[in-house]
């Protein structure tokens, strides 16, 4: 079956190939004249360079080493990555070789040694990182991508055995999940020390940190998720937790979220945050972080504090829109739909998301090419192929289970009870584009329903026929595995799988997982995992270094069609809208037995209401989990549409100084010139606002930004807006020229505090904001990205919320935009002006259940009373610091500036 042809690798394809999946020589100082290798030409810790070349010289412990770009590099041997494999035949030999070894008889094992070389051929089957890199290797790596281990025990003695668990799982290669809804919340009483607990958070700081020092330590990153249940009492800090810097730097967030909380969100119900009671006897023998077996056995829980489900439910949304994190996996759901319902629930995911695993489950993963499946002549998928090489895949996935080292106990007993594999796909988007079919439109919907049913269906009936001739896995109970939410969606499309089941049994619990496939999919040189391509050309940030990757495909397409656009079938992850990736993960999401690793991807100027309606979207479609990206919303991204170095000019290109008219120095915003002129300073202020505002807005606007700055005449007139802020009581004011918004002043909290120094600044910069372009547009669009900007409080719900001291401003904006303008040529100075739609009662700023404490509320309007003015606590961030017995005190945390 073998095709003998060549695989040649170039690029980074080659580099990702040596570096993290071809056979390694264990001592580089083997290499010798003329052997190729890795060279690291740029030792960064965080951000190296390496580049693939040849051996031209050596002089003892030093080599010469000529690149691929004929760039001459001196190197010590040792820091030199000497490999076996050179190229991907001798790889696919190996593994092929690997898996066979594992059959019955010598006969079966050169049978399917022939068998397995022919879907590894060509790249149709790319196995997953760890089986590529150990299988037929060495003994003694883990053969398997990621691991969950249980919650840990709520004790000091078991928090420390799950980091050993943790790090000797991440030390051989392998990713790590964690509950940590088992421990105990932020002071909750610790009898044994007499003292109090500092949370389930605060341990997963611990996590986090070692995770950090195995990175250091070596030449791949540790990979580590985090999990927290939404009925623990910690669970708004877990949200939040990566908007302190340094606290949980080394892992992905997720929050687990069950069907009723989801319900309370749609009702506007209240959410109880409980944990066991910790007197049992028999707690820590016990308690294992699963609340309802917890409750179904008759034992106390506390009831820790009551808060609207959506209180919860918006803080994760805003912390999503804010950084990308948290994910939101639908937990309850996702064991609904789980073939091992009935005996082993799913408690966390792998740090990717795409496999939900039990305590001691492991991703067992491949992914079968797509792009590699297209009929030419037929202008089809070639269906037959595809059908040959899943089946085939699936034994071979079988197979790692029975070859792959177990280095603990618990591992091996788990996974050879259930069996669990995950094959997937990549190079969809490339398949997609050469039937010119646009991704995320309804044709491909249509498409990606019938693809991926015809996979699990066939990968199904192949794990039946294993079972037939060697044992289904120990746990298989036909009556009770047909009956969960997968499999009767399954049977229901292809009663053929439900006849196969009952009839042979099944081999493996779960069969199907969609992963990401960044690695391997790159150095295969197609699409990865499901995900559209992100850019037709873009450039890559990894520890191989900074590339520019152009996508064969579309180069291929341009080269054909001089100076022609290229068809609307070729679309980017940016090309779509955010509904569109969420739907297409839902079609797909419906024939995965496991999950999905996908990313909805939405512009900078992606709103938090925007993101809102995607969470629920995800949810209501039958997602699993959902997790979005919102361009440039983290300081480093892996992918990006432009070269640092094109950034940095853009950036300096516009910093220069800018003249000004003169204006009025009393009340002017400009600090630096009581001419009125824009310092350099403040020049790079606003380019830096008008860079954030405006990326992702169409070319047809970018009119707005042109820096045209707008005459301050020496009065102008406008009104103060009082709001209730989460910081005490704001006083907006917003002044006009010409009848549109151009100037704000903010005061909120007492002057000195950090809360005064912050709104100060944010009405600074607002008005050098609306003073330049089309003022018009720019006040849309401000109110645009200030609305729903939330912090560590709110106040008041609904329609009435207040979510900030930006949002206040977008509040007040929408209230001067809709009953303004005011007359120009009123003599009356600004500071005369009274809080205007207080008095007719029309602001709209309304809070339920809220005192009239003004004299200025007329008309039956109400305003919630002031609150106490706070500021801003340099232990725990939140705005708890008040001025108690003359002294700054946290409210949130106890810090105390006086002890």
């Avoid at 695989?7 to 010798?32: M, T, V």
Wanted: aromatic residues 8%; negative net charge; proline residues 4%.
């Amino acid at each position: 079956m073998k095709t003998g042809q060549k695989q040649r690798l170039e690029g980074l394809s080659e580099k990702i190939f040596l570096d993290r999946y071809a056979w390694k020589n264990p001592d580089p100082s083997d290499a010798k004249v003329g052997d190729v290798v890795l060279v690291l030409t740029k030792d960064d810790p965080k951000f190296p360079t390496k580049e693939v070349g040849e051996v031209v010289a050596r002089d003892g412990q030093m080599v010469t080493v000529k690149t691929r770009t004929g760039e001459l590099v001196q190197s010590d041997v040792e820091k030199l990555t000497l490999n076996i494999e050179k190229t991907p035949e001798e790889m696919w030999d190996r593994l092929a070789s690997a898996m066979a070894s594992v059959e019955a008889t010598p006969e079966l094992q050169q049978e399917w040694e022939e068998k397995f070389r022919y879907v590894l051929e060509d790249w149709k089957l790319v196995p997953g990182g760890r089986i590529a890199a150990g299988a037929g290797a060495s003994d003694e790596l883990t053969l398997f991508n990621c691991y969950v281990i249980p919650s840990p025990k709520d004790s000091r003695g078991g928090i420390m055995e799950t980091l050993s668990e943790m790090t000797e799982i991440m030390a051989r290669g392998g990713g790590v999940g964690i509950n940590l809804s088992s421990l105990r919340p932020r002071r909750a009483v610790v009898k044994g020390v007499n003292g109090s607990s500092s949370g389930a958070v605060s341990w997963g700081g611990l996590f986090s940190y070692t995770t950090g020092l195995i990175e250091q330590g070596g030449s791949r990153r540790g990979a580590l998720m985090l999990m927290i249940n939404d009925w623990h009492p910690d669970v708004l800090d877990f949200i939040t937790v990566k908007q302190t810097m340094g606290q949980v730097t080394n892992a992905n967030l997720s929050v687990c979220v069950s069907n009723g909380f989801m319900k309370a969100v749609k009702e506007d119900l209240d959410w109880e945050l409980v944990f066991p009671d910790t007197t049992y006897d028999d707690y820590n023998e016990v308690w294992d972080g699963d609340l309802e077996k917890w409750k179904a056995a008759g034992r106390r829980v506390n009831h820790f504090r009551t808060v609207k489900a959506r209180e919860i439910w918006h803080t994760i949304i805003e912390s999503a829109w804010k950084s990308a994190e948290p994910g939101v996996v639908f937990m309850e759901y996702y064991n609904q739909m789980s073939n091992s319902w009935y005996f082993n629930p799913i408690i966390c995911t792998n740090p990717c998301g795409e496999q939900g695993l039990p305590g001691w489950g492991v991703c067992n993963l491949s992914a079968m090419n797509l792009s590699k499946f297209y009929d030419e002549d037929k202008h089809d998928v070639a269906w037959d192929d595809l059908a040959l090489t899943t089946r085939y895949s699936v034994r071979f996935l079988d197979n790692v289970i029975n070859t792959t080292p177990y280095h603990f106990e618990e591992n091996e007993k788990n996974q050879k009870n259930e069996r669990r594999i995950g094959l997937g796909t990549m190079g969809l988007a490339e398949l997609m584009i050469k039937l010119n079919i646009r991704y995320g439109s309804p044709e491909s919907l249509e498409f990606l329903d019938k693809l991926y049913g015809f996979i699990a269906k066939e990968a199904y009936l192949a794990s039946a026929d294993i079972a037939a001739e060697k044992g289904a896995f120990p746990a298989f109970e036909a009556d009770k595995y047909l009956q969960s939410g997968f499999m009767k969606v399954m049977t229901e499309v292809y009663p053929e799988v439900g006849e196969a089941v009952r009839e042979k049994g099944i081999r493996n619990v779960t069969i199907i997982t969609q992963a990401p496939t960044g690695s391997t999919g790159t150095m295969v040189g197609t699409s990865t995992g499901i995900e559209p391509y992100f850019a037709f050309k873009y450039y890559r940030q990894s520890r191989l270094g900074f590339d520019e990757q152009f996508v064969p495909i579309a180069q291929d397409w341009m080269d054909a069609h001089p100076g022609e656009k290229l068809p609307d079938y070729f679309v980017t992850a940016m090309d779509l809208s955010a509904e569109d990736h969420i739907r297409v993960q839902a079609v797909i999401q419906r024939w995965v037995d496991s999950s999905i690793s996908k990313t909805a991807n939405c512009p900078a100027d992606f709103t938090v209401e925007e993101t809102k309606r995607l969470y629920e979207l995800a949810f209501d479609l039958g997602c699993k989990g959902v997790t979005i990206y919102r361009d440039g919303s983290r300081d480093i991204q892996v992918l990006q549409t432009e070269k640092k170095e094109d950034k940095a000019e853009a950036v300096d290109a516009n910093s220069g100084d800018t003249e000004a008219s003169e204006g009025d120095s009393v009340n002017s915003v400009l600090a630096d010139g009581a001419d009125g002129t824009v310092s350099s300073t403040e020049q790079s202020a606003l380019n830096v606002l008008d860079q954030s505002l405006s990326a992702g807005v169409d070319p047809s606007e970018k009119t707005v930004f042109d820096k045209q700055y707008k005459k301050r005449p020496q009065v102008l007139h406008g009104a103060t807006y009082k709001i209730n802020t989460p910081f005490g009581m704001a006083y907006i004011t917003i002044n006009d020229l010409n009848g549109i918004p151009s100037e704000i002043f903010l005061n909120v909290g007492k002057a000195g505090s950090d809360v005064f120094a912050m709104a100060e600044a944010l009405g600074r910069v607002c008005s050098l904001f609306l003073r330049y372009g089309d003022h018009g547009q720019k006040v849309e669009l401000l109110i645009k990205h200030l609305k729903g900007i939330g912090g560590s409080g709110a106040i008041g719900f609904g329609p009435n919320r207040v979510e900030s001291i930006a949002d206040a401003v977008a509040k007040a904006l929408e209230i001067h935009v809709e009953h303004g303008p005011f007359d120009d040529h009123d003599p009356a100075p600004v500071a005369a002006t009274l809080a205007h739609h207080e008095e007719i009662g029309q602001a709209g700023i309304g809070y339920a259940g809220s005192a009239v404490s003004d004299q200025h509320a007329s008309n039956g309007h109400q305003l919630s009373a002031p609150a106490t003015s706070r500021d801003l606590c340099p232990s725990c961030g939140s705005a708890s610091l008040l001025n108690v017995e003359g002294c700054k005190t946290c409210a949130n945390c106890g810090y105390s500036k006086c002890s």
